[in-house]
């Protein structure tokens, strides 16, 4: 009998390398341009919102990474038809989707695909997906979903590593949100665009990605309104035609990882085609920590800093606060920064698991519970680490690119998930940063 590890498995049915590493050789202030892609977490909830289209679309500024990939593999299985018009571009009919199941193994393997939940039983009034995997980082409770569907009439069941929602008929109603949840809220207006009458969800999230899956549901012919306020209101048509071309809103994350990676590096980039207004919560705090942000035209930021960082406090919140998912790479900042420094991580229960690999490199950070204290360091040393989730392995690269020496950072596999390029996207901006392929 043959044995599988579970990364074995992972590259099995996903594609990709786990021998690879990447290869950062330090100290380079980063200078140049880089162009954002468009948003993971809008573009893993727009695929499965396709299905409940029952016609063609095409979405344009898709991010090519590995989670779009699966999401695409998945609908494949349910029976779409998806074009690849260029590497950022398909074209999807989802006239033949057929009611099946999605399959167990792919659903399990990311977070996003509890979005399959609410899309299918729009679609077919039935769905099961495994337990979403995703990033450890922390209890990832999905609640509030089920809470949602059931007040939309569904019976949902949880158990033996998978989710099960049935319903007769979706019928509209008032879903109040216990705590501000993107997935829950995204996940309740898709299962009610085609629900018989009007839904209403209060304490919704209010994240950009939110407002960019009603912007694609709406342009597809579904009545949301209120999307990026905490008062949501879905009025239920019969049916999304399609025949449109849709373009995924930029990434906000992706653009906040290079602003504070110009902070760290002391560096001077221009950041292309970001949306402005969602990186505000970041350029507040650029600024505190003595960094300079100048907005070019309309959706193109400038972001420099001459000095070390100067210290800061951060505390994590939903949209328009500090995003969680930007906290490992504000924290590296913060590990050279002149002073000394607080995060509280109000979101994520474990999302520290990367100041280990930073005090491997030199940093002084001690975390307990959802609270980092971080004694600023002149600069960190290369050394051997590892990605432990997506947004911990970018915060790495940075670390990497401001260290003294070499830096191999393991466990790719987290960080393609979530950023298109990402090493040429660097090496653009004049880091030394090679993909090598290494035998363990
Ligand atoms: C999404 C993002 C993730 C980001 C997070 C917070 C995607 C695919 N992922 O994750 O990158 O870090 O938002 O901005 O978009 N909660 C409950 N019950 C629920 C749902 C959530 O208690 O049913 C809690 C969670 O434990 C967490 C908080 O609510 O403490 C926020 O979670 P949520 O916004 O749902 O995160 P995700 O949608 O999973």
Same mark, same amino acid.
């Given at each position: ?8 498995? +992972? ?62 593999? =998945? ?26 199941? #999605?399959?167990?193994? &792919? ?52 158990? !033996? ?9 979706? /019928?509209?109603?008032? $879903?109040?949100?216990? $705590? ?7 996940? $309740? ?15 919704? #999230? ?13 342009? &597809? ?27 995924? $809103? ?12 110009? /902070? ?24 505190? &920590? ?39 790479? =504000?924290?590296?900042?913060?590990? =050279? ?43 960190? +040393? ?30 790719? !596999? ?27």
């Amino acid at each position: 009998m043959v044995y599988f590890t579970i990364d074995k498995v +992972y590259y099995y049915i996903f594609g990709g390398n786990a021998l690879e590493k990447l290869l950062i050789t330090g100290k380079t202030p980063l200078k140049g341009e880089v162009t954002i892609s468009g948003a993971k977490n809008a573009a893993v909830a727009i695929l499965p919102a396709t299905l409940l289209i029952n016609g063609i679309c095409t979405i344009e500024n898709l991010p090519n990474i590995s989670d779009v990939k699966i999401s695409c593999k =998945i609908l494949e299985e349910l029976g779409a038809k998806i074009t690849w018009n260029s590497k950022n571009e398909i074209t999807i009919d989802t006239r033949n989707v057929c009611c099946t199941n #999605a399959p167990l193994d &792919m659903t399990s393997k990311f977070r996003a695909s509890y979005y399959l939940l609410g899309a299918l039983l729009g679609r077919c009034k039935n769905a099961q997906v495994g337990m979403p995997g995703g990033c450890n980082l922390g209890a990832r409770p999905i609640d509030q979903h089920i809470k949602g569907f059931e007040a939309l009439g569904a019976n949902v069941e949880v158990g !033996q590593g998978k989710i099960t929602a049935s319903v007769k008929k979706l /019928v509209g109603n008032s $879903v109040y949100m216990d $705590v501000v949840s993107v997935g829950a809220t995204i996940n $309740v207006m898709l299962a009610s665009v085609l629900a018989e009458g009007t839904t209403t969800i209060d304490n919704a #999230a209010k994240e950009p990605h939110i407002v960019d899956v009603a912007n694609f549901l709406n342009t &597809m012919g579904a009545d949301i309104r209120g999307a990026g306020t905490d008062m949501i209101k879905i009025n239920g048509v019969k049916e999304l035609k399609g025949n449109a071309t849709y373009s995924v $809103v930029p990434d906000q994350i992706e653009a906040g990882t290079f602003m504070l990676a110009a /902070v760290a590096s002391r560096g001077d980039i221009k950041i292309k085609n970001c949306i402005t207004k969602h990186l505000e919560p970041i350029t507040a705090k650029v600024i505190e &920590m003595g960094g300079n942000v100048e907005e070019i035209g309309g959706d193109t930021l400038r972001v420099w800093c001459n000095k070390r960082p100067s210290k800061a406090n951060i505390k994590t919140l939903p949209y328009p606060g500090f995003p969680t998912d930007l906290q490992p790479q =504000i924290g590296v900042c913060l590990s =050279i920064a002149d002073g000394n420094s607080t995060i509280n991580e109000s979101i994520w229960e474990s999302r520290f698991q990367y100041t280990e690999e930073l005090n491997k490199m030199g940093a002084k950070i001690t975390a307990q519970g959802k609270s980092a204290f971080f004694e600023g360091v002149k600069k960190l +040393y290369g050394s051997p680490v590892c990605a432990t989730d997506l947004r911990a392995g970018a915060a790495l690269i940075i670390a990497g690119i401001i260290a003294d020496g070499q830096t191999k950072i393991s466990n790719l !596999q987290y960080i393609d998930r979530g950023y298109e390029n990402i090493e040429e996207k660097f090496r653009n901006l004049g880091a030394k940063i090679e993909r090598i392929n290494e035998e363990e």
